[in-house]
Structures are given as structure tokens and as C-alpha cells.
Nanobody, 124 residues
């Protein structure tokens, strides 16, 4: 199983980025998907998630209204559209996939597979 994240980069405050995470080696539609991020010196934390059934999504409070998670099962890809970026969004962003009977998708332990991370740097 491989999750390959891409789309990170250096942008200015107020700019947008779209991250993508392509999966291989899994039946993509069976998995819920999430994005997490880790800033220097901080723990990895939840950003957004999307269920494998229906269109249910969940977001961390600090990204609501700015970030949008979506999935394209035909392309085995999950996206994170990030708008109105600010320096506090600077981090390595990780995608993850899981297939557990869990109530919340906000915990790291809910995920079975992780991508390698993509760096997002927002300058002021």
C-alpha cells in the first residue's frame, strides 16, 4: 500500500494550495481518508477527513471555511484545497487511509496507512 502526497510548496499569506494524495495497492473506495499536519516542534494533528460512504466530512476548527477535503474514487486520490493560508498553516501535511470501525476520524490511531508528507510553507 502506498500513499503519495504532493502539491506542497512555498506560498504567501492569503494564497491557496491544493494538496493531492494518490493511493495504490488498496481498494480505495473502502477506506476513509484524512489529512494531518505537523509543524516543527509540535505533534501531528488532525486537519480534515472524509468518510468512504456518503459525503460526510470533518474538519479541525482552525481550518473550517478555509480548507476543503474531497475524494475522487475513480482516480484513487484525495485532495485538500487550502485557501486563505496563513503562516500558522506552515507544516508537513500527511495523508492517511483507514478502514476501522471507529466513531471519530480525528485520531492518528484510526488510520492504517500514511503517506510520506508534503511541506507547506506560508510566508507573511
Amino acid at each position: 500500500v502506498q500513499l503519495q502526497a504532493s502539491g506542497g510548496g512555498l506560498v504567501q499569506a492569503g494564497d491557496s494550495l491544493r494538496l493531492a494524495c494518490a493511493a495504490s495497492g488498496v481498494t480505495f473506495g473502502n477506506y476513509y481518508l484524512g489529512w494531518f499536519r505537523q509543524a516543527p516542534g509540535k505533534e501531528r494533528g488532525f486537519v480534515a477527513a472524509v468518510r468512504n460512504i456518503g459525503v460526510h466530512t470533518d474538519y479541525a476548527d482552525f481550518v473550517k471555511g478555509r480548507f476543503t477535503i474531497s475524494r475522487d474514487n475513480a482516480k484513487n486520490t484525495v485532495y485538500l484545497q487550502m485557501n486563505s493560508l496563513n503562516p500558522e498553516d506552515t507544516a508537513v501535511y500527511y495523508c492517511a487511509a483507514g478502514r476501522q470501525a471507529v466513531m471519530t476520524l480525528r485520531r492518528l490511531g484510526a488510520y492504517d496507512y500514511w503517506g510520506q508528507g508534503t511541506q507547506v510553507t506560508v510566508s507573511s
